[in-house]
């Protein structure tokens, strides 16, 4: 049975808890993920960042709801500027996600698929004695599906 060790990704992008948010967020632009695993100085990982982060730390909750749909007027507003400002003083560790799943590389890959349907989630680290080794993404799966049913080669 395929394993998470043989489709994970090895060489994974990382940032530091101290990081500021403009900095991971412009990373995560250049490097065209949505992503990025953060770790401290042993590769443990202690949270992620991903886009929706960023954008749930840029917007106010109320600035989500259904009546601010449209985006000039979200970006219009005084409170919208007002997080990007508070952005500048921001580090990675004030927005990331703390509770991070996280998997090992002889799960199988059926099993991380439906963990991570479930849970709604896109990326799973994958750990090796509490240390950070490699990244698993639906986009990995999706890839060796491809590959197993001819799509790709």
């Known amino acids: 049975m395929l394993k998470v060790a043989d489709l994970m990704t090895r060489e994974v992008m990382t940032v530091p808890p101290e990081m500021s948010v403009k900095s991971a967020a412009k990373l995560l632009f250049e490097k065209e993920i949505s992503g990025l695993p953060v770790v401290d100085a042993?590769?443990?990982v202690i949270g992620m960042i991903t886009e929706k982060d960023i954008i749930n730390m840029a917007m106010p909750k109320y600035l989500q709801e259904p009546e601010y749909q449209d985006f000039a007027?979200?970006?219009?507003t005084g409170p919208?500027?007002?997080?990007?400002a508070e952005a500048e003083k921001l580090t990675v560790k004030d927005i990331m996600r703390k509770d991070v799943l996280c998997v090992s590389g002889d799960m199988s890959v059926p099993e991380v698929a439906r963990l991570m349907i479930s849970k709604g989630i896109r990326r799973i680290p994958v750990l090796k004695d509490k240390k950070l080794v490699?990244?698993?993404a639906r986009a990995d799966i999706v890839r060796e599906i491809a590959k197993e049913t001819g799509i790709i080669e």
Request: net charge positive; no cysteine; hydrophobic share 45%.
């Open 73 to 76: 007027y979200i970006l219009d």
């Open 134 to 136: 490699g990244i698993i």
């Open 80 to 84: 919208f500027w007002k997080k990007v």
């Open 42 to 44: 042993e590769r443990k």
